[in-house]
C-alpha cells in the first residue's frame, strides 16, 4: 500500500492533492500547516527549497529515503500514473486527450498567474481605472469567459462529459483563491453550475473536512465569493513593507 502524506499550508492550493486522493480512494496521511503570518512557517520552509505547499511525501519504495515533490500539477500526475492507474485522466486514446491537457494546464499557467498580477496590480495603482490595472482585470475577465463558455458547451467539466483531475485542478482558483482574489462570478452560469456539481462530491467534501475544516464552502462557491485574506491585500499593498510576511 501507498505511504503518502500530504503537506498542506491551510487556505492554500494544497488542498487540490486531498481532494485527488480522496476521488481515487487511495489512502494518505495529511500534515496541516498554518500560514505564519501569510507565508509558509518554518518548519514547512524547511522541508523543500521552494517552502510552498502542497509537497508530497512519498515513502511507499524507500521509508528511509521518501521521494519529495513540489508543485500541485507535478504531484497530481505522479499520484494519477504511479497509484491510480491513470484514472482521473484521459489518455491519448481518448478523443478529448488534448480537451484533457489544456485544461488541466490552464489553471496554474492562465487562470490563476492571471489573478495573482491582478491582486499585485490592484495593490501597486492608485485606482482601477489605471491602465495597468485594466489591462490585467481584462486578462481574467478574458479567462474567466473562457471558462464558463468551456462549461456552457459541456454542460459537465471540463474535458468533457466526465470528471478529471483538469477539474480538481481548477476547482480551487474559484473557491479558495477568491480569499486572495476577489471574482465576482455572477455573470457567469456555467462556472456556477460546475462548481456546485464538483464542490458536491464526496470527494471534495472529504478532503475539505481533513485538509481545511474551518473554511466555509459554502461562502467559497457562492457567486459573491468568500470574504478576503486581510492580510494578503495589505501585502499586495505593501503595507507591511519591511516586516515579515
Ligand atoms: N506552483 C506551485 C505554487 C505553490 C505555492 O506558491 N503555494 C502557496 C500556497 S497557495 C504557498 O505555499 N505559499 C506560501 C509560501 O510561498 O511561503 C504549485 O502549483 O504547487
Redesign the pocket.
Known amino acids: 500500500m501507498a505511504k503518502l502524506t500530504v503537506h498542506h499550508?491551510q487556505v492554500?492550493?494544497?488542498e487540490r492533492i486531498p481532494f485527488l486522493l480522496e476521488e481515487l480512494n487511495i489512502p494518505y496521511h495529511i500534515k496541516l500547516y498554518q500560514r505564519s503570518p501569510l507565508?509558509?512557517p518554518p518548519e514547512l520552509?524547511a522541508k523543500h527549497p521552494m517552502?510552498?505547499?502542497?509537497l508530497l511525501e512519498d515513502a511507499t519504495d524507500d521509508a528511509s529515503n521518501p521521494i519529495l515533490l513540489?508543485?500541485?500539477?507535478a504531484i497530481a500526475e505522479y499520484i494519477i500514473h504511479k497509484y491510480g492507474n491513470g484514472r482521473l485522466a484521459l489518455p491519448p486514446s481518448h478523443p478529448n486527450f488534448a480537451d484533457y491537457l489544456y485544461w488541466f494546464h490552464f489553471s496554474?499557467g492562465s487562470l490563476q498567474p492571471g489573478l495573482f498580477r491582478r491582486a499585485l496590480t490592484r495593490g501597486m495603482v492608485p485606482s482601477e481605472e489605471d491602465p495597468r490595472f485594466i489591462g490585467n482585470d481584462m486578462r481574467v475577465k478574458g479567462s474567466i469567459a473562457h471558462v464558463n463558455d468551456r462549461l456552457l458547451k459541456t454542460n459537465a467539466y471540463l474535458a468533457g462529459d466526465e470528471f478529471t483531475a483538469a477539474d480538481v485542478m481548477m476547482v480551487w482558483c474559484f473557491t479558495t483563491m477568491r480569499k486572495f482574489e476577489p471574482a465576482d462570478l455572477t455573470e457567469y452560469e456555467g462556472v456556477l453550475a460546475w462548481l456546485k456539481r464538483c464542490t458536491d462530491r464526496e470527494g471534495y467534501r472529504r478532503a475539505m473536512k481533513k485538509g481545511d475544516p474551518d473554511l466555509d464552502i459554502e461562502a467559497g462557491i457562492s457567486a459573491k465569493g468568500p470574504p478576503l485574506m486581510d492580510i494578503f491585500a495589505k501585502a499586495m499593498a505593501g503595507k507591511k513593507a519591511g516586516e515579515k510576511l
Open positions: 499550508l492554500g492550493q494544497g507565508l509558509s520552509k517552502g510552498a505547499s502542497p513540489a508543485e500541485s500539477g496554474n
